[in-house]
T-cell receptor
């Protein structure tokens, strides 16, 4: 498996509910990023959190980072059907390597 | 429009026939990278480049070559493609260094190239 591991692999919720996805990693990071991918298309950057930050917000997105536990979570509040996609965390090092997890597939039912 | 372009978008080829997938970005990014994505999996990094004439191996470099002669271009070369290189390929770019902007290091992705090797 890869360095960034998402949990759960799949998540199905009703519109309006909150969705929480988790990401764990094994080695130290410079920053951790979350991306969204609609089926078979390119990834779109959602939010970046640096190793010295604990929480970031962007609209309905909230990301937390716990470096002691080597984990991050992405919370999407008041989900919409349009949020249906795969979500990936990516770990970045200063040296340029970038490692993605296997993703969480989110389905939001109308 | 700021973007990363890849060509071709779709390619079907045969084992052993050399091919090149081009990648170009217009954002003056120093960093460029190639990834492959297989069904149900995340992206795996093939090669990356921190700047012109500087390239490094990612996690799955075997069977691939890259070059970075110009800042905007980062072609991916498969000298002798094999069926296990059938995959969806993405190119990405970003700035290097740090900035007060929280999104400074975000990667911008191309639309992907779906490659089938028969």
């Amino acid at each position: 498996s890869q360095q960034g591991e998402e949990d759960p692999q799949a998540l199905s919720i009703q519109e309006g509910e909150n969705a929480t996805m988790n990401c764990s990693y094994k080695t130290s990071i410079n920053n951790l990023q979350w991306y969204r991918q609609n089926s078979g298309r390119g990834l779109v950057h959602l939010i970046l959190i640096r190793s010295n930050e604990r929480e970031k917000h962007s609209g309905r997105l909230r990301v937390t980072l716990d470096t002691s536990k080597k984990s991050s979570s992405l919370l999407i509040t008041a989900s919409r059907a349009a949020d249906t996609a795969s979500y990936f965390c990516a770990k970045a090092t200063n040296a340029g390597k970038s490692t993605f997890g296997d993703g969480t597939t989110l389905t939001v039912k109308p | 429009e700021a973007q990363v372009t890849q060509n071709p978008r779709y390619l079907i080829t045969v084992t052993g026939k050399k091919l090149t997938v081009t990648c170009s970005q217009n954002m003056n990014h120093e960093y460029m990278s190639w990834y492959r994505q297989d069904p149900g999996l995340g992206l795996r990094q093939i090669y990356y480049s921190m700047n012109v004439e500087v390239t490094d191996k990612g996690d799955v470099p075997e069977g691939y070559k890259v070059s970075r002669k110009e800042k905007r271009n980062f072609p991916l070369i498969l000298e002798s493609p094999s069926p296990n290189q059938t995959s969806l390929y993405f190119c990405a770019s970003r700035f290097v260094g740090t900035s007060v902007s929280s999104s400074y290091n975000e990667q911008f992705f191309g639309p992907g190239t779906r490659l089938t090797v028969l």
